[in-house]
């Protein structure tokens, strides 16, 4: 199944986040090398990701970029990077190899159509997402942690990503990123995408028992993305994740397959516009 996005929705989804929601290649983002000025990115992509956390199932999404930049230098565009819909970090202050500031996102419910486990359940609603993050750099790694809250939709709850990465320039026009990393929710996350109450267990047409679903590490995770600069304009950029619900996450009943895989590629031409 398609899944094609409004050319609004899309150009917010790049503008905020180019990756889906759980499932979230990493790319690093980087600015181009643009002169002076402004300068728009155009171009589209398409991603891969299973239907709602757990689904052996797949849905595949388009939509178009659109990455406006301004300076050319450094600035403000600098200082942002995205790391998925959910997570969209603004680095306010560094030193050394220290750095930390505030992120936002967008987080995605899910459809009880989404799955034949969940007819019966409801949906979940869409949330914003709010947090802050901390990293520590030293040479080509950095570690760091964040703080994920939800503060709208039907979870109101948190999760804390620890993880990892390598930034490896393996060619004059090429990154590689790889990071692994961990994920703790609490304990409304985990009922709200993980639980059954006694009145879903009620109305479940797959007849599920309730289920209780504790706070704890909900996954582990190991993602690959590349940056590839095929011209001085056309910009490539792809990943890969692949993601192992763990705990009450992976007992739940709504889970079909712990193993969870997802993707993208996308490619973006650069608009230059006059200096200041």
């Known amino acids: 199944m398609v899944k094609t996005s409004s050319i609004c929705f899309g150009a917010l989804a790049l503008s905020l986040a180019v990756y889906l929601p759980a499932a979230t290649p990493v790319v690093a983002q980087d600015r181009y090398d643009a002169p002076s000025g ?3 990115g155009l171009g589209g992509v398409v991603a891969i990701k299973p239907k709602y956390e757990g689904s052996d199932e797949y849905d595949v999404y388009g939509f178009p970029i659109i990455f406006p930049q301004f300076g050319g230098g450094s600035g403000f565009a600098d200082r942002i990077k995205i790391r998925g819909a959910d997570d969209v970090r603004l680095r306010v202050f560094e030193t050394g190899g220290f750095e930390v500031g505030p992120l936002a996102g967008y987080a995605f419910g899910r459809d009880e159509d989404d799955g034949d486990l969940l007819r019966g359940l409801g949906d979940v609603d869409d949330g914003i997402v709010l947090g802050a993050y901390a990293g520590y750099r030293f ?40 990071r692994v990393g961990a994920t703790f929710a609490d304990d409304n996350y985990m009922d709200t995408y993980f639980g059954i109450s006694a ?3 009620a109305s479940s047409v797959a007849g599920l028992s309730a289920y209780d679903a504790s706070s704890g590490i909900k996954d582990v995770h190991f993602e690959l993305g590349t940056r ?28 079909e397959t712990e193993n969870q895989f997802s993707g993208m590629i996308g490619a973006a031409y650069r608009f230059d516009f006059g200096g200041y």
Not at 146 to 169: A, C, L, N, W
Not at 228 to 255: C, E, K, M
């Open 199 to 201: 009145a879903q267990s």
């Open 228 to 255: 590839i600069d095929l011209t001085d304009r056309w910009q490539l950029r792809a990943g890969a994740r692949y993601g192992r619900l763990l705990g009450d996450a992976a007992d739940s009943p709504i889970v």
């Open 38 to 40: 402004m300068s728009v």
């Open 139 to 178: 040479g080509v790694v950095l570690l760091d942690v964040s703080y994920h809250h939800i503060v709208s939709g039907d979870d109101t709850g948190y999760q804390i990503r620890f993880g990892g990465e390598i930034e490896q320039r393996v060619a004059s026009n090429a990154i590689v990123t790889a």
